[in-house]
Each structure stands twice: as C-alpha cells, then as structure tokens.
C-alpha cells in the first residue's frame, strides 16, 4: 500500500482549473487498487473539498501549506497554526512596512481578507470558486488556530518582501506559492511535515510515498518523501534539484507517472 501526495494548482488541475478524464481514471484506479491519496495545497478547506466531490475522489486532505489536515471522511486529525496574537504581529508589521502588499488570514473554516474589491482577491475568488468569509479580523475566535497568512503583491515585489519577512520573522515558515503570492505558517507548519504525519499516522513508509508540485511551497513536501516528481511547468530552478520530471499539468503529467 503506497500514498499519493498531490499540489492542485499547476499540478492536478489544468489551465481551465479541471481535473482531465485521463488523470480523474487514473487516480481512482490508484484508490480502487487500496493505495492512498491526498490532496495537498495552500487553498483553505473550502477551495478542496468541492474538487473531492465534484470528481468523486477518495482523497485525504492536506490544506493551508500543511496547517491541517483531514482524513478521508474530512475529520480533522491535525492541526497546526500561529496564535492570534502572532497572526496580528505579522499584520502590523506587513502594514507598516510593505504597504503594497494585501493580506489574506485563513483557520480551517475562514478566509478573512483585508480587501475584497482587491483584483487579486476577486481572481482568487475565480480560481478556488469560493467566497472570502468576511473583513473583520475580530471574527475570528482567540482560540482558533491561523492555518495562514497569504501576502498578495507585484511579481516585481515579492523576492524583496520574501527576504524581509524572513529577516523578521526567523521562527516562521514563509515561501512563494506564485509569483505573486508569499504564504507565511507557523513554524513547523508545512506539506513535508503534514506529508510525514499523515504517513505515520497510517502506518505508511515515506520512503514508498510519491509527491507531485510544481512550486517552491511544495519543496518541503518533495524533500520528504521517497519518490518527488516535479511537473513540466515547474520552475528551472526546481527542476535542477530534482531529477524525475514529468508533463506538465495542462499535458497529464500525473496519470502519465501513474500509467508507468
């Protein structure tokens, strides 16, 4: 029995955002076989679970960078976050000092934007198909965990704001999930380590896991386990760091692995 651990975007869905017929048979051939499978993506809980049930997936979930993860009946069996009051340090920090970036703070059950007229927040709405929960930071509960914080900026931007937060923040973990997006968990918090709980946690050897990405937030994960396979769209810098490749996400990069 092996596992499967899949990024979404630019990974398992195509450019029109589907999973195609070919990948869809393959990966239900790969559960109906007694293998596992687990989507794993930065998208919060509510831009996951529709794509489970639209194509009928028997998928685990990994969601928010790693911050939690749900069994096959979408229990949650982890979680991990940064404090309110941590979240609000990034915040005041982030306001003060990269004015031009926009945030983003999601828990397992929200996504708290700081503008939703924000055109990057309103493609953000089109690509997870799902409505931020609202503006008020103060809906979140002081014990609810903050699964992430996501900056969203220029491209021309993001290198220099990446460099910053890291000097400012040691203790987090922080990365580029797109070009113009930086995601920022609490320490400890990522797809590697979400990857390796998930495998002890059924009894699963890393070194028999598989892991398809195609950028720099799922290094952790491809790091991780056994068997990383890069996608074709993945970044050149990637891609020298690992040495199995496959298509790219528009041409079955996932069934083709499968397949063979």
Same mark, same amino acid.
């Given at each position: 029995?092996? %596992?499967?651990?899949? *990024?979404?975007?630019?990974?398992?869905?195509? /450019? @029109?955002?589907?999973?195609?017929?070919?990948?869809?048979?393959?990966?239900?051939?790969?559960?109906?076989?007694?293998?596992?499978?687990? +989507?794993?993506?930065?998208?919060?809980?509510?831009?996951?679970?529709?794509?489970?049930?639209?194509?009928?997936? *028997?998928?685990?979930?990994?969601?928010? =960078?790693?911050?939690?993860?749900?069994?096959?009946?979408?229990?949650?069996?982890?979680? /991990?976050? &940064?404090?309110? @009051?941590?979240?609000?340090?990034?915040?005041?920090?982030?306001?003060?000092? +990269?004015?031009?970036?926009?945030?983003?703070?999601? #828990?397992?059950?929200?996504?708290?934007?700081?503008?939703?007229?924000?055109?990057?927040?309103?493609?953000? %709405?089109?690509?997870?198909?799902?409505?931020? #929960? =609202? #503006? *008020?930071?103060?809906? !979140?509960?002081?014990?609810?965990?903050?699964?992430? %914080?996501?900056?969203?900026?220029?491209?021309?931007?993001?290198?220099?704001?990446?460099?910053?937060?890291?000097?400012?923040?040691?203790?987090?973990?922080?990365?580029?999930?797109?070009?113009? &997006?930086?995601?920022?968990?609490?320490?400890?918090?990522?797809?590697?380590?979400?990857?390796?709980?998930?495998?002890?946690?059924?009894?699963?050897? +890393?070194?028999?896991?598989?892991?398809?990405?195609?950028?720099?937030?799922?290094?952790? &994960?491809?790091?991780?386990?056994?068997?990383? !396979?890069?996608?074709?769209?993945?970044?050149?810098?990637?891609?020298?760091?690992?040495?199995?490749?496959?298509?790219?996400?528009?041409? *079955? =990069?996932?069934?083709?692995?499968?397949?063979?």
């Amino acid at each position: 029995m092996r %596992v499967i651990f899949s *990024d979404m975007d630019g990974t398992l869905l195509n /450019k @029109e955002l589907c999973i195609s017929k070919r990948t869809e048979l393959a990966l239900k051939k790969w559960t109906a076989e007694g293998n596992h499978l687990v +989507l794993s993506s930065s998208r919060g809980v509510s831009g996951i679970l529709p794509v489970i049930e639209k194509y009928k997936l *028997d998928a685990a979930v990994i969601a928010l =960078g790693g911050a939690v993860i749900l069994d096959h009946s979408k229990n949650i069996m982890y979680e /991990k976050g &940064m404090t309110t @009051e941590e979240m609000l340090e990034v915040l005041q920090f982030v306001e003060a000092n +990269l004015p031009e970036a926009t945030w983003n703070v999601y #828990t397992a059950s929200k996504w708290i934007v700081k503008d939703r007229s924000n055109p990057r927040v309103l493609k953000e %709405v089109s690509v997870v198909e799902v409505e931020p #929960t =609202g #503006t *008020d930071l103060s809906d !979140i509960g002081f014990s609810e965990q903050i699964g992430k %914080v996501l900056l969203m900026c220029d491209s021309e931007s993001i290198e220099r704001m990446e460099s910053v937060l890291k000097g400012h923040f040691p203790n987090f973990h922080i990365c580029q999930s797109a070009k113009t &997006m930086l995601e920022i968990n609490a320490k400890g918090s990522s797809k590697g380590q979400a990857a390796e709980i998930y495998c002890k946690e059924n009894d699963l050897e +890393l070194k028999d896991a598989i892991a398809f990405g195609d950028n720099f937030n799922d290094l952790s &994960m491809l790091e991780t386990v056994g068997h990383p !396979i890069l996608m074709g769209n993945a970044p050149e810098e990637l891609k020298r760091r690992f040495s199995r490749h496959t298509s790219d996400n528009n041409h *079955d =990069g996932i069934a083709e692995v499968i397949e063979k």
